[in-house]
Structures are given as structure tokens and as C-alpha cells.
Nanobody, 128 residues
Framework: QVQLVESGGGLVQPGGSLRLACAAS????????IGWFRQAPGKGREERMW???????????YYGDSVKGRFTISRDNAKNTVYLQMNSLKPEDAGDYYC??????????????????WGKGTLVSVSS
């Protein structure tokens, strides 16, 4: 079993920054990637959109088109923690952010993933 705990959400003005953290515990060898997903306000779990992934094995990173150049994912293996630095935040970035653990790969320039473990989420609000 893997437990994931997100932190760092909050209210920020458009153009501002936040850093989210995802602390993992348990059987941390049971996955190869950590991902961040956003669930927009009013949307269901099945509509969560992936934001970014990082592979634990080699540090490869992947970003959704809407966040490229603004968000940065990183990891601290010693702390079993993955971070999502979010800069130049926009109102459309708002939502519940979840981290998840599983696998990710790229085939034909498309990201494919499967997540086995999920955290409980942290809320990001972007408003003036």
C-alpha cells in the first residue's frame, strides 16, 4: 500500500505562485511515476485532467499543454516527496489538485498512464 498526502494549496491572485507537495509513504517501490491531476470546480472524479508527471526511476517529466512553461514538477527522493511549482497562475488553473502514483509512458507522442494510488487532494483557488 502507498499513502499520498498533498499540501500547499490555497488562495492566490492571478499571476501568483504556489508550490504543492505530495508526500509518499508505504511501499514506495510499488510505482514508477507520480502525477498531479486537477479536478475543476463542479467536475467529477472521472473528469480529472492530468497536469504533470515525473518518473521516479529517471526523473523524466511530462506536462500538459496548458501548464508548459509555467509549472515545474520535481522530486526529493530522500524525502519521498514530489513538488509542483505553479507560477503565473490563471483562474482556469483553479480546482482540487490530486497526486497519484502509478506508471506513465509516451507512445506516438501521446502520454499514457495508469494510477493505482491517490491522495485526498488540496484546493487551489485563483481569484482577485
Amino acid at each position: 500500500q502507498v499513502q499520498l498526502v498533498e499540501s500547499g494549496g490555497g488562495l492566490v491572485q492571478p499571476g501568483g505562485s504556489l508550490r504543492l507537495a505530495c508526500a509518499a509513504s508505504g511501499v514506495t517501490l510499488d510505482y514508477d511515476a507520480i502525477g498531479w491531476f486537477r479536478q475543476a470546480p463542479g467536475k467529477g472524479r472521472e473528469e480529472r485532467m492530468w497536469v504533470s508527471f515525473i518518473k521516479v526511476s529517471d526523473g523524466s517529466t511530462y506536462y500538459g499543454d496548458s501548464v508548459k512553461g509555467r509549472f515545474t514538477i520535481s522530486r526529493d527522493n530522500a524525502k519521498n516527496t514530489v513538488y509542483l511549482q505553479m507560477n503565473s497562475l490563471k483562474p482556469e488553473d483553479a480546482g482540487d489538485y490530486y497526486c497519484a502514483a502509478g506508471w506513465v509512458t509516451v507512445l506516438a507522442n501521446k502520454v499514457h498512464y495508469g494510477m493505482d494510488y491517490w491522495g485526498k487532494g488540496t484546493l487551489v483557488s485563483v481569484s482577485s
